[in-house]
């Protein structure tokens, strides 16, 4: 992708993956990189921050002999993901309206 990312569209990425299915650090970030190029350096700073803020929490299970920490999405990160998923509608309608004067999904040319 050549624009950038910024912190909350990277959030909202995590948050959607997260809400599916609890899941550990590695398989988001190879969830994330199916569709923008990002570092596992990268990725856990989000990952504690979310936490943070009480959008995810975290435990330990099992797995192979060691301890693996998966994330679960909490209630508000629930609220958080659904504003996401609320403003990133109004913003692909808006750019929708800019660059191709109109709203709604595009259709196939």
């Keep these: 992708m050549i624009f950038n990312i910024n912190s909350s569209f990277l959030d909202a990425i ?3 993956i997260v ?3 609890d899941t550990y650090g590695y398989k988001i970030t190879q969830e994330v990189k199916k569709f923008l190029e990002i570092s596992e350096s990268t990725l856990y700073p989000v990952l504690r ?4 803020e009480n959008f995810l ?3 330990d299970s099992e ?3 060691r301890n693996r920490r998966y994330y679960k ?4 990160g629930i609220i958080q993901l659904d504003g996401y998923r ?10 929708n ?3 191709f004067g109109q709203t709604g999904e595009l259709q196939d040319e």
Excluded: A, D, P
């Excluded at 609320?86 to 750019?95: R, V």
């Design 14 to 16: 995590v948050l959607n």
């Design 97 to 99: 309206e800019f660059f």
């Design 19 to 21: 809400s599916k299915e």
């Design 49 to 52: 921050r979310l936490q943070k």
């Design 73 to 76: 999405i909490t209630s508000n």
């Design 63 to 65: 797995y192979c002999g």
């Design 57 to 59: 929490e975290t435990y």
């Design 86 to 95: 609320h403003e990133w509608k109004k913003y692909i309608n808006q750019m």
